[in-house]
């Protein structure tokens, strides 16, 4: 069974530009979170989506935002960049109940010039 | 307000020595999930263990083993005769009850380094 998949890797930005991130869930799970780590402030909840609504929301600006679309797969975006936005952005899925564990990807980094 | 506090934030043993990383929580629910990941520097989280609020029983798996006591509202975690491929950050992270709200709260992580 294929893990939860995120793509790039990697990304580089320069402040003002926007980005978009993608996320694959594992096949069958209909919630996919998102979350930021930084050093600083360590993993933070961003946003939980759930059958293309979004159910829970971090205490994050509005430059954050996210979609799910119909298979589950889920894009972030982010965008008038800053510098302090430099993270890991970590995705996880899971079958949609707040006890069922997480499943995480490897994340994207993202580091903003 | 839910909290993660994980007060070790970096911890060194030599390979084989066991080790105990400690989570306290607080959340104001009397229904919650615990749970334990693993981030090796590959950046991913790897879950390891879950508990609920309602199960106190203490678990072996392997070399790893869990103590979860409400009393003092903690969640902690052992490795037994460690072996390099350990080391990595271990995060602590609490889930109250409330269909609809996949929210984790992560502790700030231990970083566990087992050396050879």
């Known amino acids: ?8 890797r990697y990304l580089i930005k320069t402040r003002g530009q926007q980005v978009t991130l993608s996320c694959s869930p594992i096949s069958g799970h209909r919630s996919v979170s998102w979350y930021q780590q930084t050093p600083g402030q360590g993993l933070q909840f961003l946003f939980e989506y759930f ?13 954050f935002s996210g979609r799910q679309f119909s298979n589950s797969r889920s894009e972030m975006n982010v965008s008038t960049l800053e510098l302090g936005d430099s993270a890991l952005y970590l995705c996880a899925s899971s079958q949609g ?15 903003i010039l | 307000a839910q909290k993660v506090t994980q007060a070790q934030t970096e911890i060194s043993v030599v390979e084989k020595e066991d080790v ?6 607080e959340t104001r629910d009397t229904t919650y999930y615990l749970f334990w990941y693993k981030q090796p520097p590959s950046g991913e989280l790897v879950f390891l263990i879950r508990r609920n609020s309602f199960d106190e029983q203490n678990e072996i798996s392997g070399r790893y083993s869990w103590n979860f006591q409400k009393s003092t509202s903690s969640f902690n975690f052992t490795i037994t005769a460690s072996q390099v491929v350990d080391s990595a950050v271990y995060f602590c992270a609490l889930s109250e009850a409330n269909f609809g709200n996949e929210k984790l709260t992560f502790g700030t992580g231990t ?3 087992i050396i050879p």
């Open chain 1, 1 to 8: 069974k294929a893990g939860v998949t995120q793509t790039p």
């Open chain 1, 51 to 63: 059958s293309e609504t979004q159910r829970n929301k971090g205490n994050f600006p509005g430059r």
């Open chain 1, 97 to 111: 109940q707040w006890n069922q564990p997480q499943h995480f990807g490897d994340g994207t980094r993202l580091s």
């Open chain 2, 20 to 25: 105990t990383l400690d989570c306290v929580y």
């Open chain 2, 111 to 113: 970083r566990l380094t």
